[in-house]
């Protein structure tokens, strides 16, 4: 049974949630330890929960640990069975980060379909324009294939959300993944959400931030603007920046108190940091892609505009379970970086 210490690195559920995933495809058990040993409030938390449920329930595992606050868990998966499943997190965990813990397996199992509950758009987690914007896209090259639609928002602290995804069976793919900046592109897609029971000003003065931020760098923004039904008020800013096969995404995310003004230029500056590098593939893309990337083999090749905590910590979880998996990685913690596998 593999160990793993759940202290190390970036220390969070992040260590859990691909081990998870890479115990259900190489159907190898492991034991955690010290889950969250460093945080506020060590050990799991409910979406925790939900990720190791779903996991257990899609492979009939055998779990042992898994209760709020545990800093130990045993799993020993079964066989990957695709279908439809439907899992709550009965908070604002997040959605995004469940089905990214189960929804490779089930690509590798066949044709499946989630029904997810919980958080959309939350803190610290992709939201749900980034998989279907960012992730999704840019893994088709891989040979994974998602539909995803958004049903109901879901933001802090109600939840409440709904997420629906088809999961395509996975068709294994040859040509290598090239992911090289810099872009050309100058037109950014910028989309400005406000919930039904907030005022719509605040919708437009979000765009209009966000707009002309990007207007005096140069760039072309295409705006668009949403009203969302969710349980708990709530606004965001995405900008979504395409190009060929490359992808890049940013958010903000409006709370009391906080200015429309300062939620766009939240998310604008977090794009214009990345432009400046020069780089293909943004901070939280960098480390999601290394466990796609490690599964199917492909030879790759992408430039990061920074390597984080999260995408180091990453890697030393994945070779855990796939030693051979030994990318070339040029740069260090928070600098942009590139990294290469089997790319002649």
Request: charged share 20%.
């Amino acid at each position: 049974m593999i160990r793993i210490d759940g202290s190390y690195g970036e220390g969070g559920g992040q260590i859990l949630r691909t081990s998870l995933t890479l115990s259900l495809l190489t159907g190898k058990a492991f034991e955690l330890v010290n889950i969250r040993a460093r945080r506020p409030k060590p050990g799991l938390r409910p979406q925790h929960l939900t990720c190791i449920k779903a996991a257990q329930k899609i492979s009939g595992a055998e779990v042992e640990g898994a209760r709020v606050g545990s800093l130990y868990l045993a799993f020993k998966p079964g066989k990957v069975k695709a279908g439809s499943y439907q899992f709550d997190i009965g908070t604002a965990g997040s959605t995004a980060l469940v089905f990214q813990t189960v929804g490779l397996a089930l690509a590798m199992a066949g044709t499946a379909k989630l029904l997810l509950k919980g958080g959309t758009h939350v803190p610290h987690a992709p939201c749900f324009h980034y998989l279907a914007e960012v992730y999704g896209p840019v893994l088709e090259a891989l040979g994974f294939s998602f539909v995803f639609e958004l049903r109901r928002y879901g933001f802090y602290p109600a939840g409440g959300g709904e997420v629906v995804i088809k999961i395509n069976s996975y068709q294994p793919v040859k040509e290598p993944l090239v992911l090289k900046g810099p872009y050309q592109r100058k037109r950014v897609k910028v989309l400005s959400i406000v919930t039904e029971d907030l005022p719509s000003h605040i919708r437009t003065r979000q765009a209009k931030a966000a707009s002309e931020l990007l207007v005096k760098q140069g760039f072309e923004p295409i705006v668009l603007l949403e009203k969302a039904k969710a349980k708990s008020p709530g606004t965001v800013v995405f900008l979504a920046y395409p190009e060929g096969e490359k992808r890049a995404g940013f958010f903000a995310l409006g709370k009391k108190g906080k200015p429309a003004e300062k939620v766009a230029e939240e998310a604008v500056l977090a794009f214009f940091d990345f432009y400046r590098t020069g780089k293909a593939v943004d901070p939280y893309l960098s480390d999601q892609l290394l466990l796609p990337l490690a599964l199917t083999g492909v030879p790759f090749y992408f430039d990061s505009s920074r390597l984080t905590r999260h995408f180091f910590t990453n890697l030393w979880v994945i070779r855990h379970f796939l030693p051979g998996f030994i990318p070339e990685v040029k740069g260090d913690l928070d600098t942009p970086g590139e990294v290469t596998h089997l790319l002649g």
